[in-house]
Structure formats: C-alpha cells, structure tokens
C-alpha cells in the first residue's frame, strides 16, 4: 500500500521543500511574495533556481518549461534542457534565476487579437512565483504569464492576477475603514467542480465528430437516456473506478487536492471536486486536471470529454466556480457567522458582491459565453443564460428586514428528524439547494454554475474579482469621509440603498420556467443567449471603464480579446458545418444508400418469385426513408451554400451572427434528418458507433 500522504505534492516544489532547501532569508522573501503579492528581487530568483534545480535534476528532471496560459484556452509549453557543455566537452545541469525569471518564446503563433503583428514575434512569459512549480514527464514546468513585446498581456493569468491584486487592495481598504486593522491581505478563493464524459478509445476513434469537434454532431437518441436517474451518485462500474483512482493519484503527486467524485446526471457521465485554493492556484490546478483526465483516460483506453455538449437529448457537462473571501489570517469574508443580521462585515461584502453582479450581470455572462456553452445555457439543464443570485430564505429574510427596517429573527435551527433512532440527529443547513439560479449563496460561498465545462475558469474568477473590487470601492468613496461615531449609521444606509437598487438580481425560484424568463425581463434584466449576443457587451462603455479603471486591461487588451472570442467562435461553427458535411457524404450517406439497396434488393427478389408474396413492410420503409434522404439532400446542399457564403465574408461580428444563424441552425436541420433516418439503419451499416453504443458500455 502506498502511503497517500507521501504521495501527496512529491512532484511539487513546495512548502517544505523550499524550507528545507533555500537560505532562510530567501525563503522568508519568497513566502512574502507567495503569501501578500509583493515584488520579488533577482538575487532571490537566483537563489530560488539553485534550489529548484537541485530539487528537480533530484527528482528526474531533465528540462524545464514556462509553462503558460495562451488565449487559446489551452496550456502552452516549450522545453529547454538544464544541460550546459564545459571546455572538457562535458556537461553540467545549470539553470539560473533569469532563466527562472524570464522566457522569450516567440509569440507569433498564438492568438494575439491583431495585438502583435508577426514581425514583432517577440514575447515574454514571466515566472508567477505564487503557483509553485512541478515536476511532470521529467521536466521542470514553471508557472509563468505571458506578454508581448510591449507589455500587453497575453494570456489568461495576467489580468486574474491583476484582479486578484484589485480585490485585495479593495477588500484591505475596506476591512480597514469598517476597524479591522490587522488585515494585510485579502486572497480570493476557489473550487472548481468539473464534470466530463468517458467513452471507449475506438468508438471514439470511428467518429469524426468527436475527433474533429469534441461533440457528435449526429446520433439518434438511444432508447434509454438520463430518465431513470440512475447514474447520478450510482455506484461506480470497475473500469471507470480504476480510471478515477489513477487520476486521484497523478493528481495528487502534483499537489492538486482532488477530493470528491462521483457518476453525473447522464449515462457516461462524471465529477470530480477538488478542495478549494487561492484562486491562482486552482485556476492552474483545474487546467492540470483537464489535462491530466485526458491522459490518464488513454492509458484506461478511454477518452474523456470534456465539451460542454458532447450528446444530444442528455446533459452536457458544466463546472460549477465555487468562490469566496478570505483574509490573511484565514477568515472566510463571505461567512456569515450565527447572526449573519448583525455581521456588519459580512453584509458589506455579500452587499458588494449583490451590487457587482447585477451591474455587471453581462460581463458574468460573457465569461462563460462559447459555441460549446450555447448548448446548455438556457436548456433546462444548467442555469438560464439570464444571470440572477439565489440568496436562500434565511437571507433573503436578512435582507427583507435590513430594506424594510424591521427587525430580523432568526429561526433556531432545525434539527432533522429522520424518523429512525439509529440515525444520528443533525441540523439542516441555513440555504437548500437550488440546482436551477447560475450564482448561488451555498452557506459561505458563492457558486457561479454557468461555466462550461472545457473553459479555463480564468475569465470568470477575472470578472467577479473586478467586479467586486469596483462594488467595494465605490461604498469606500461613500464612507470614507464619515466620522467615526456616525459610521455605523452611515453603513446602515449604504446597504440598505444598495439593497434595494440591486434587489431585482436575487431571484430564489425555479430558473427553468417559462415565468422567469418573462419575470427577468420585466425586470430589466439581461437575457443574452448566444455568444454573438453577449460579444458586443465587452466594448460597451460601462465595462471598458470597470477594466480599465480596476487596472485589469488596457482598451487595447480588451479590443483584442473581442476580437479572439469572435474569431474562436467563427472558427468552432466553421469546423463543425465542414465536418458534418463530411460525416454526412462519406460516412453517413453510404449507409442510408447501403439500407436503401438492401430494402430495393429484397423487394425485387420477392417480386421475381411471385407477386404473391407481400413486401410492403419493405415498400413502406423504403419509401419513407428515400423521402427522408431527399429533405436531407436539400437540407445538406442548404448548409454547403451557406458554408460558402461565410467563407466569403469578413471577419468580425456579422460573421458569427452569420455563423450562428443560418449556419448552426443549417446544421441542426441535417442532424434532425438524419436522426430520422438513423433511428432505423441497422447497425452495421453505420461506419462508427450509435448512442447506445457509445453511452452504455463502458
Ligand atoms: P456541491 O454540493 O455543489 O456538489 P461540492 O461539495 O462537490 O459541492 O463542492 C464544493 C466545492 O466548494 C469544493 O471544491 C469545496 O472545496 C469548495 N469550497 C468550499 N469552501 C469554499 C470557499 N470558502 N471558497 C471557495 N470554494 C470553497
Ligand atoms: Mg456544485
């Protein structure tokens, strides 16, 4: 048996590891830098190296990475060797602070936004000392940022840094004013629940679907979908629990603190929770375990899936953004004590995050907005697209009493009755569940649950941290000024204010219904449900100005990252429009026509022996599919002339509106028809596996 606790961050350079192998003063420096944010000097890094080094070429290490974070929403990586030849044509294994400290890869590959032409190649990734560096396939991989030239950032955890840097100067402020003066530092906290799918290696390997898009682009549903609800929380079967206890292991000798899983909603369908971190961290730990659920899956003869829609007519996979407050010393801002009515501190900050999320409601939205999303928000199977916050009664009570001036009781805890003896009493948690709200107060934390399951949670922890950090700011201009014996009064004020400005965002009932989208509007509130939709947001003036004004983007950074989302999208329709016309002429067609041939041969051969025997069962099929193929034909020569009607026309907004609507909804109309006519080919005319095959039998 191993022993997990020495399992657990072996591959890391962690805390103990720095202790024991870095000059004190070195690593009291780093810690403050790891721990408060502060700039870290180069004879520090220099230090730092050796050590790293050491450790490393230890532990099997033959290279090193910057390992970054590209707008691509993938990890990007280039690998040097620590080698080093000497005069006597030997080598030695050298790595220094500067090469610690920076990296200059040349940046004209990735996608910059019209950022950096390509002559002006030249980027540079930057070490992030507060994500600790690890050892993975024999290299060294350090967690850097990445720039250009010019210093624009080019990556996803420049400006998460920057908002992290935003809050915490907010949060400080603030803390500070309401007589808490010992905080230094304030860190944002997350945890990301992921969910994906695991199907078998070579039914994956026979659709072209998957392998091009991630998603099936065809497939009749199968005759039994997620209707029974027996996957979710049933008992694993032995192949997926193998595959889940390697991940557990890999992921933890990297240190990241996998915790919970469990099967999903839909048939082939899985979660896995880490404990929570600082934000930076789990931000780079979730892009680990994507990849690392993607790898270990091949070594099962697995792949995972990780597309936000990957079937149709069952639940595709989300990431539920578990986030929070905490200070240095460890206390949880958004925890609201035993008398959450009397917690001033804690209204101020649940009243900050209320306010941030109403105003920039479509910034939420955006941060979660992919082709791959579309599919799911709105669906009755993740939140609506309509951003709203579930608050639970307990609080909504709160609040009620705070807008209303009466005085708030709070009702004891419930004890649960379970009507058995032998089950031990417990009391009910402060807020129920509620599946259906996209930003959930759940007892100490908010839950962000739009995100897709494919995306970086970058984009979405950037946003609420800035947008918090812009709430907090505003109630320090109101109250900075007050005198001290009029504070609490004029705290009173502020929330109370806030509270009925924003109430309209809390919303505590079914998400799913016909009632709340009609609700939602007349409330004002956004209902943005396409991407093409939510992408002009990002320019509108209000939100250039939180960026700007927070320190997060420049005008040119954010210009550039619209400019990255409609082209991503763009290019997602276009490669799933080429491709399903592919699926349909090479893979699919042929096996309408093989069915066709056979109904024909049949009903041939029956007629050349006598007229006596009856085939209309035959005549019926073959009739109702022939028709079936010609409303196909038109359907798939509809698409063509749209696919080549956007090849024709610029890049930009009115490309993806093109995008999605002719051009995805083309592509729902040839799957609707060939749903039709799959439902009765017999298996073994079609070249790659059906649903049923697919979902259930791993
Ligand atoms: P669910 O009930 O939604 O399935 P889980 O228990 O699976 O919830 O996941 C909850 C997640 O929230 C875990 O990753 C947990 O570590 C995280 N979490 C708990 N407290 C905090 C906090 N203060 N800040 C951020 N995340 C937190
Ligand atoms: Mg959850």
Known sequence: MEKIPELYGCNVFNDAI???????DVYKALKKTIQKGTHLELDVANAVAIAMKEWAVENGA????????????????KHDSFIAPTDNGQIIMEFSGKELVKGEPDASSFPSGGIRATFEARGYTAWDPSSPAFIKDGTLYIPTAFCSYTGEALDKKTPLLRSMDALNAQAVKMLKLLGNDDVEFVATTVGPEQEYFLIDKNDYAKRRDLIFTGRTLLGSAPPKGQEMDDHYFGALRPRVAAYMHDLDKELWKL???????????????????????TTNVAVDHNQLTMELMKTVAEKHGLVCLLHEKPFAGINGSGKHNNWSMTTDSGVNLLDPGKTPADNTQFLVFLTAVIKAVDEYADMMRLSVASAGNDHRLGANEAPPAIISIFLGDELTGVIDSIKNDTFFKKDDKVVMEMGANV???????NTDRNRTSPFAFTGNKFEFRSLGSSASVATPNIILNTAVAQALSEFYETLKDVSKDKLDEAIHALIKDTLIKHERIIFNGNGYTDEWVSEAEKRGLYNLKSTPDVLPRLLDEKNIKLFTGQGIYTETELRSRYEILIENYCRIIHIEACTLKEMIYHDFSPAVLKLMDSLSSSIIAKKKISDAIPSSAEEKLLKSVSAKFDELGSAVEKLEADIAKAETMDEGLDLAKFYHDPVFTDMQEVRRLADCIESVIPDEFLPYPTYSKLLFYV
């Open 423 to 429: 089950i031990p009493h417990f009391t009910k948690d």
């Open 62 to 77: 033959t290279h090193f990475t910057h390992w970054f974070q590209p707008l691509t929403g993938y990890t990007a990586e």
């Open 18 to 24: 720095m202790r024991d192998k870095l000059p004190k």
């Open 255 to 277: 240190g990241i603190p996998a915790k919970t899983k469990h099967n999903e909603v839909a048939p082939a369908q899985h979660e896995l929770a880490p404990v929570f971190d």
